[in-house]
């Protein structure tokens, strides 16, 4: 099994008791996570839309000249 074939492998005393445990039940957030992400992500979507402004803001009166026109 290993490279020096002078010592045979053996148990290790403190590691013959170690038994596999089952996985236990995700939690809520593990399970519903990606629909709190998701619905969060539209909330901060809408959100963002509804402070854009679809037309570009435009200055009503012209700048004044440094000289007067003639």
């Known amino acids: 099994m290993g490279l020096f074939r002078d010592a045979p492998p053996q148990v290790h005393p403190e590691y013959t008791q170690l038994?596999?445990?089952?996985?236990g039940s995700p939690s809520w957030w593990k399970q519903n996570r990606h629909?709190?992400?998701?619905?969060?992500?539209l909330l901060v979507?809408?959100?963002l839309a509804g402070h854009?402004?679809?037309?570009?803001?435009?200055?009503?009166?012209?700048?004044?000249?440094?000289?007067?026109?003639?």
């Open 19 to 23: 038994r596999f445990m089952a996985a």
């Open 35 to 41: 629909r709190v992400l998701a619905v969060a992500g």
């Open 45 to 47: 979507g809408f959100w």
């Open 52 to 70: 854009h402004d679809a037309t570009p803001r435009t200055c009503d009166t012209p700048a004044a000249t440094a000289s007067p026109a003639p």
